[in-house]
């Protein structure tokens, strides 16, 4: 399961306007393909259709492994944790708990 909406951003590069697709929980038991997306570079950072830039470094988006159990919160600047409060039900599993900064980060926890 992913917890999703589409939003809309614009480019402070260009002012090109276009919607993106906000991921704020992946659990990668139901939705597999997005760890590989994540492992790729492919899922964060969006970009603009226009001209390529950047449009977010990071947004906030929990990722949820049970079968390890690993819980990876990734934070985008400036915005606070919510791993307590995504963690609720994993914390009798002795879940590894982690909280990074970059989606590159994200990416180096997953494969450890």
Same mark, same amino acid.
């Given at each position: 399961?992913?917890?999703? *909406?589409?939003? $809309?951003?614009?480019?402070?590069?260009?002012?090109?306007?276009? $919607?993106?697709?906000?991921?704020?929980?992946?659990?990668?038991?139901?939705?597999?393909?997005?760890?590989?997306?994540?492992?790729?570079?492919?899922?964060?950072?969006?970009?603009?259709?226009?001209?390529?830039?950047?449009?977010?470094?990071?947004?906030?988006?929990?990722?949820?492994?049970?079968?390890?159990?690993?819980?990876?919160?990734?934070?985008?600047?400036? &915005?606070? $944790?919510?791993?307590?409060?995504?963690? *609720?039900?994993?914390?009798?599993?002795?879940?590894?708990? #982690?909280?990074?900064?970059?989606?590159? *980060?994200?990416? &180096?926890?997953? #494969?450890?």
């Amino acid at each position: 399961m992913a917890i999703t *909406e589409i939003r $809309s951003v614009t480019c402070t590069a260009c002012g090109h306007k276009q $919607s993106i697709l906000d991921v704020r929980q992946i659990n990668v038991q139901k939705r597999p393909e997005l760890k590989q997306k994540i492992l790729q570079g492919k899922l964060f950072p969006m970009h603009c259709h226009a001209c390529g830039v950047a449009l977010e470094k990071a947004q906030n988006c929990v990722y949820l492994d049970p079968a390890i159990p690993l819980v990876i919160e990734l934070i985008a600047p400036g &915005e606070g $944790s919510r791993l307590q409060e995504a963690s *609720e039900g994993l914390k009798k599993t002795n879940a590894v708990m #982690r909280v990074v900064r970059t989606p590159q *980060e994200l990416a &180096e926890k997953i #494969r450890i």
